[in-house]
C-alpha cells in the first residue's frame, strides 16, 4: 500500500498530480483509492490511465461541481487565503497560493463528460453527515458505468477518521471481491 502526499503548492493542478503519481507508482494495475481531493486526482489518473486501475474508490469526491458551490469554493479559498499565517494549523499550514490553487482546482474540476470511461469497478464512498458531498456522489455513482454508492454510517466529510470500523470494512469489502462487478 501506498499513500502519497500531494504537492500542494501555488502550483497545484489536479492534471499534475495525477500525471506526477502515473509516472512514479508502479506500471502494474492498481486499485486507488481517493478522499476529498486525493479523490478528484484518483478520477483524473483512472481517466488518464484506464490500463492502470484495476478499481477505484473515491471518498467524498464528484465529477463536477454545481454554480453554487463553484461559487462557494472561491469564497472559502478566499477567506482562508486571508487567514494569518499563525492561524492555518487548521489549513496544514499551506500559504496563500496553495490554498487559493487547491480551492481553484476544485472550483474547474470537471469529468462528468468523461466517466462513462470507466469500465473498472468503481466504489463511491460518501460519509451520511456530508451534506456537501452527498448529492455529488450519488451523481457520480450513477454516472460511472460500474460504479456503486455506499453511505458511510455516522461519518462526515472524512469518513476513514470519522469512522474507521464502517469505512475500512466497506472499503475492504469492495478490493477483496473477485469479480468485476463493482
Excluded at 9 to 15: A, I, L, N, Q, Y
Excluded at 92 to 97: A, E, Q
Excluded at 153 to 178: C, I, M, Q, Y
Aim: glycine share 10%.
Amino acid at each position: 500500500m501506498l499513500a502519497p502526499q500531494l504537492q500542494l503548492d501555488g502550483g497545484f493542478s489536479v492534471e499534475r498530480e495525477a500525471g506526477g503519481l502515473l509516472r512514479d507508482l508502479p506500471p502494474e494495475p492498481l486499485d486507488l483509492c481517493g478522499l476529498s481531493l486525493g479523490a478528484l486526482v484518483a478520477l483524473r489518473m483512472a481517466l488518464d490511465d484506464p490500463a492502470r486501475v484495476r478499481r477505484l474508490a473515491v471518498c467524498a469526491g464528484f465529477a463536477s461541481l454545481p454554480l453554487r458551490f463553484r461559487l462557494l469554493q472561491g469564497a472559502v479559498g478566499t477567506i482562508a487565503a486571508l487567514v494569518p499565517a499563525r492561524a492555518r494549523g487548521e489549513l496544514g499550514g499551506l500559504d496563500r497560493s496553495a490554498i487559493r490553487a487547491v480551492f481553484r482546482a476544485g472550483r474547474r474540476f470537471d469529468v462528468s463528460a468523461e466517466l462513462g470511461r470507466l469500465t473498472m469497478p468503481v466504489l463511491v464512498l460518501v460519509g451520511e453527515r456530508d451534506r456537501a458531498n452527498s448529492g455529488l456522489s450519488q451523481a457520480l455513482a450513477a454516472a460511472v458505468p460500474c460504479g456503486r454508492l455506499e453511505i458511510v454510517p455516522g461519518a462526515g466529510h472524512v469518513a476513514n477518521a470519522d469512522a474507521p470500523e464502517a469505512f475500512t470494512a466497506a472499503l475492504r469489502s469492495f478490493l477483496d471481491r473477485d469479480d468485476p462487478q463493482p
